[in-house]
């Protein structure tokens, strides 16, 4: 009987030897985990400071060039059902020339003789045979800020802040729905050329011009039948009310927000012969003349935009 103790005793004893040096394993485990997972964090907050480093080498280092380019429209956007014929269209009018886009939906980025971007273009999947969407790209010095002036505008961010066309970008809309793009140029990008005015024709003017003045730190000039906005000297975008039209099954909840681009040439007569011989109709007040230097016009696919003296 003694002996079998003793012997119960020794496995006892054995078994706690291995129960301890298995809680010892254990413990070596545990604590090389928590080294491993420690250093993978501090490798992911190295890797995440290195990215971020463009970041703030457009937010500071080229914080010079951005407030250059600040308080311009940097290039116009279009979101249409069939963006091959578009970009026929427009080059053939406009004499732009078209290489792929690589920003978010754009298909296309159209350039001027001079090789500087002045059109995005892209799919637009709303419906097959409706008209293009206009949406104006603004150049801003700090984009965090200004997504972050949208939001308590209550604007919607759709997309971004992230990389846009050698900068950061960001895709918005206002509260009455039209869509625009806030982009902050990076320290190797040009200053945009004045190739367009926009105005947008809202169904709530006086809320849209205090939209845009709040995000786009803008300065208001009343005319009468607009109101233009201007940041310094220049003219970002002007605001008028939205045409009321009739109402119907086809347009239950009356006009909607849109823009309207006006581009501008050196010879509005050539432009708009261009653009007739492609296709398009010339509107202004229901007359198939130019007003003073400008001409209204309907692309082929129905998309309104103007032609204007630069």
């Known amino acids: 009987m003694t002996e079998t103790v003793t012997e119960a005793a020794g496995a006892v004893s054995g078994t706690a030897g291995a129960v301890s040096e298995a809680a010892g394993a254990v413990s070596e485990a545990a604590e090389a985990f928590s080294e491993s997972v420690a250093r993978a964090a501090r490798a992911a ?26 308080g311009r429209v940097a290039w116009t956007g279009l979101q249409c059902a069939d963006p091959v014929s578009a970009r026929s269209f427009y080059g053939r009018v406009m004499g732009w020339t078209f290489e792929p886009g690589d920003g978010p939906g754009a298909l296309w980025r159209g350039l001027d003789a001079s090789g500087a971007q002045v059109l995005t273009l892209g799919r637009s999947y709303s419906a097959r045979t409706a008209p293009g969407l206009w949406a104006p790209c603004f150049t801003v010095p ?40 806030l982009w902050e140029p990076g320290p190797d990008a040009g200053r945009p050329a004045p190739i367009a005015r926009h105005r947008l024709y809202s169904p709530d003017a006086v809320d849209s011009v205090a939209f845009y003045r709040s995000v786009l730190s803008a300065d208001p000039r009343r005319l009468p039948s607009e109101t233009v906005l201007l940041r310094g000297p220049e003219r970002l975008l002007s605001v008028a009310p939205a045409p009321r039209g009739r109402r119907g ?32 109709s010339l509107l202004v007040e229901d007359a198939t003349r130019t007003v003073r230097g400008r001409g209204l016009l309907r692309a082929p696919d129905g998309t309104v935009f103007a032609l204007a003296r630069a």
Not at 47 to 62: F, I, K, Q
Not at 270 to 278: E, Y
């Open 45 to 70: 907050k190295t890797a995440l400071s290195h990215e971020d480093a463009p970041l703030r080498a457009v937010g500071a280092a080229g914080a010079a060039s951005a407030v250059a380019g600040a």
């Open 142 to 181: 700090d984009v965090w800020a200004a997504a972050q002036r949208v939001r308590e505008s209550c604007g919607t961010v759709a997309v971004g802040p992230l990389s846009l066309e050698g900068g950061r970008g960001v895709l918005a809309a206002d509260r009455q729905g039209a869509g625009f793009t």
């Open 249 to 280: 099954a086809d347009r239950p909840a009356g006009p909607r927000a849109r823009w309207q681009p006006e581009f501008l040439v050196p010879d509005v007569e050539a432009a708009v012969a261009s653009a007739l011989a492609a296709g398009a």
